[in-house]
């Protein structure tokens, strides 16, 4: 079983819709819950941590935890063409674990 | 320059030759990491520095040899590469103090490809 799991995409959302990512993670022990923005051709940025279950917003974006279910996921609000990039779910607990990414396309 | 930094952005090397990937960060971080990204794979971490100490090395194959001097460099030798090395590599960096909080900033990576 992969440690980190994200539904595959690609996703494909019209302009002005809610994007939905999933994530599910192995290791009951994880404690930090990250979520990273990746263009095509560049590295991965950082948009969104979170560390205890329930509901955290930053922006047009919402993180969810469920350490239960160990579940996490990503909600992108009012999808804009410049949030067409992959997503990338990473887990950790005394090492960062990452998913393989769910690509993301935004159309006008 | 600011945040992670790494040169070159792009590397072409034989099998027989001999390089180096540089990373320097600019954060005041106390670890640095390297990463592995192939196409349509999770990002593999390889190793990892703490202090310029190497606390990690997730079964790296030895062509690889990493080099940290001091806590803002970090490089990654290569020699005798396989075309199955081919991959972006990325150098990261994080504060290492705060294990729960503790967020990994990334360079830009370079692009290899050994023919």
């Known amino acids: 079983q992969k440690e980190v799991e994200q539904n595959s995409g690609p996703l494909s959302v019209p302009e002005g819709a809610i994007a939905s990512l999933n994530c599910t993670y192995s290791?009951?022990?994880?404690?930090?819950f990250f979520w990273y923005r990746q263009y095509s051709g560049k590295s991965p940025e950082l948009i969104m941590s979170?560390?205890?279950?329930g509901d955290k917003e930053d922006g047009r974006f919402t993180a969810q935890l469920n350490k239960a279910s160990q579940y996490v996921s990503l909600l992108i609000r009012d999808s804009q063409p410049s949030d067409s990039a992959t997503y990338l779910c990473?887990?950790?607990?005394?090492?960062?674990?990452f998913g393989a990414g769910t690509t993301v396309t935004v159309r006008a | 320059e600011t945040g992670v930094t790494q040169t070159p952005r792009h590397l072409v090397m034989g099998m027989t030759n001999k390089k180096s990937l540089k990373c320097e960060q600019h954060?005041?971080?106390?670890?640095m990491y390297w990463y592995k990204q192939s196409a349509k794979k999770p990002l593999e971490l390889m190793f990892v520095?703490?202090?310029?100490?190497?606390?990690e090395n997730n079964s790296v194959p030895s062509r690889f040899s990493p080099e940290c001097p001091n806590s803002s460099h970090l490089f990654l030798h290569l020699h005798t590469l396989q075309p199955e090395d081919s991959a972006l590599y990325l150098c990261?960096?994080?504060?290492?103090?705060?294990?729960?909080?503790?967020?990994?900033?990334f360079g830009p990576g370079t692009r290899l490809t050994v023919l």
């Open positions: 290791d009951r022990g994880s404690q930090s």
């Open positions: 990261a960096s994080s504060q290492g103090r705060a294990p729960l909080e503790d967020t990994q900033y």
């Open positions: 954060l005041g971080h106390n670890a």
């Open positions: 979170i560390y205890s279950n």
């Open positions: 990473a887990v950790k607990d005394y090492k960062l674990s």
């Open positions: 520095y703490s202090l310029e100490e190497r606390v």
